[in-house]
């Protein structure tokens, strides 16, 4: 059954802690991944993309890497303007999308 | 650009009335999906439109159908809602030419009483 597994649920981090969020997957055929970013009360905005193992992004505090079989989104010295509810989705075959359930990230001042 | 536009923002219905949710994109993609996001479910995707004319189920279907009204306007309908069908709804448009970088609206939320 294709899935994609986000951990942990909820981080919280004091200002400057760096750290890291997972996506794990077993979608085959994977197309793409993408990571999304979701304040409360609004729609996902988009961060990456990646598609090939090996792959990495990177905007401002933000870097994404790509494995096989998983995902992360690291985290260098956040602020608290980062704090959000961080998804992650994959393309299988086609146009269909799995989404993960999502990072709950607080950054405490 | 407006992006994703999505009305209405906020419905209250009774169980079995019907609704059409609008969504409108600006940006000349070609594809575009309607996704349902539940507490501790994820988005999960409901139809999607890879273009103009075409319009395919995704994970959970049920009780919903789509018009592809153009290019621009992709619509869901609701002919008889029930209370399982609260939730947000999300609206999210893609190129579509190998590059399927999603960009969503800012939601509908639903409740059905």
């Known amino acids: 059954e294709d899935q994609v597994t986000q951990s942990p649920e909820a981080l919280r981090l004091q200002e400057g802690e760096s750290s890291s969020l997972n996506c794990s997957y077993t979608v085959s055929g994977l197309r793409g991944l993408f990571w999304y970013r979701q304040d409360p009360g609004k729609g996902p905005e988009f961060l990456f993309t990646l598609y090939s193992a090996g792959e990495e992004k990177e905007k401002e505090r933000l870097k994404a890497t790509l494995t096989k079989k998983e995902s992360f989104l690291h985290i260098t010295a956040p602020k608290p303007e980062d704090s959000a509810t961080y998804l992650c989705a994959v393309q299988g075959p086609g146009n269909q999308f799995y989404f993960g359930t999502g990072t709950s990230l607080t950054v405490i001042p | ?113």
């Open chain 2, 1 to 113: 650009n407006a992006g994703v536009t999505q009305t209405p923002k906020f419905q209250v219905l009774k169980t079995g009335q019907s609704m059409t949710l609008q969504c409108a994109q600006d940006m000349n993609h070609n594809s575009m999906y309607w996704y349902r996001q539940d507490p501790g479910m994820g988005l999960r995707l409901i139809y999607y439109s890879a273009s103009e004319g075409t319009t395919d189920k995704g994970e959970v279907p049920n009780g919903y159908n789509v018009s592809r009204l153009n290019k621009r306007e992709f619509s869901l309908r609701l002919e008889s809602a029930a209370p399982s069908q609260t939730s947000v709804y999300f609206c999210a448009s893609s190129a579509g030419t190998h590059q399927e970088t999603q960009y969503f609206g800012p939601g509908t939320r639903l409740l059905v009483l």
